[in-house]
């Protein structure tokens, strides 16, 4: 029987355990606790564009449930939110106080950041996704215009270090950025449907 690089797992037997990770987050704290320790390679697949070109819609990954504390700037992990298995980048983490427990990740074609991830809820690393019948690593984020690379940077900048001070601070940071990101956008809904009109 062919197995899954060494982890003693058939690929279908991988397959199948990717799937909970669609389903039921309880499920996947309880597996990922396990397959953590063990370091075990699971598959799933993307779901979304926000990591843009980096890992399209609809793409197979797969994660190397890790132990680790340590996700280096750049790294692309699996991590869970609000019950979802959700991949995106490292940009920061926090390096004081309960910050030290967080990370700030933010999907490639986001301008702002995700809620900062506590470290037990990351599953891993993802080593490498499916792309035209091949696999491949995963590559440094593509290069953005200057205005969203500043923009980026000046609101990661505030989340980590908000991070750095106290979580909640952090949040309220990352929730008033989202929430003024809304707001624009209705204004230019607006702006636009008054454009037709005229």
Do not use: N
């Not at 890992?55 to 979802?84: M, Q």
């Not at 490292?90 to 030290?100: C, E, L």
């Not at 984020?141 to 205005?147: D, G, K, T, V």
């Amino acid at each position: 029987m062919e197995t899954f690089e060494g982890s003693g797992l058939s690929p279908e037997q991988v397959l199948a355990i990717g799937s909970f990770f669609e389903r039921d987050a309880d499920v996947v704290r309880s597996v990922a606790s396990g397959f953590k320790k063990t370091g075990r390679t699971i598959e799933s697949r993307v779901q979304g564009w926000s990591m843009g070109a980096t890992l399209p819609d609809g793409a197979r990954i797969r994660i190397r449930c890790s132990p680790s504390d340590s996700y280096p700037r750049g790294t692309v992990i699996a991590f869970l939110a609000e019950g979802k298995l959700v991949v995106h980048r490292v940009i920061r983490s926090g390096h004081m106080r309960s910050g030290s427990q967080y990370l700030v990740t933010r999907g490639d074609s986001l301008l702002l950041p995700d809620f900062p991830v506590h470290q037990t809820s990351v599953l891993g690393p993802v080593i490498a996704f499916e792309s035209s019948g091949s696999w491949r690593t995963p590559q440094a984020a593509a290069s953005r215009p200057r205005l969203k690379r500043l923009l980026s940077a000046v609101a990661a900048g505030i989340v980590g270090a908000a991070l750095d001070l106290d979580i909640r601070l952090a949040r309220f940071c990352t929730r008033g950025f989202w929430e003024c990101q809304r707001w624009l956008y209705r204004i230019e809904s607006k702006l636009g449907s008054l454009k037709e009109g005229v």
